[in-house]
């Protein structure tokens, strides 16, 4: 009897830890709205939709779908790249750098204004 008992309190013991990997495997893969947690650094709300696609601009991947387009840290000023992107991509409305819109001066010398 005690070799049973043994058994299944090593099955429940196992199932639990499985059930507790499988919970905290899925939290991590969840899309979050956290910047840090999706790599997103970047966000650039385009005037004009561009065709799905991923571009590498000046040493910054960025990754574009319809008017949005979003990018990793990258070792320029928030302005540069910014530039950057809005020569490549066309008009930018609005830019965000770690989910925090760009002053409006800065967005339009983004610009080139």
């Not at 910014?82 to 925090?100: H, L, M, P, W, Y």
């Amino acid at each position: 009897m005690t070799s049973f008992a043994n058994t299944l309190r090593t099955a429940s013991i196992g199932g639990m830890a499985l059930v507790y990997t499988a919970l905290t495997f899925g939290a991590t893969l969840a899309p979050t709205p956290a910047y840090a947690a999706s790599g997103v650094y970047y966000r650039a709300e385009l005037a004009q939709p561009v065709e799905t696609k991923t571009e590498v601009v000046r040493g910054t991947a960025w990754s574009c779908k319809g008017n949005i387009c979003v990018a990793r840290k990258s070792n320029s000023r928030p302005v540069i790249v910014c530039q950057r992107a809005a020569r490549e991509f066309g008009d930018i409305t609005s830019f965000t750098v770690k989910g925090e819109a760009i002053a409006e001066d800065k967005l339009a010398k983004c610009q080139g204004k």
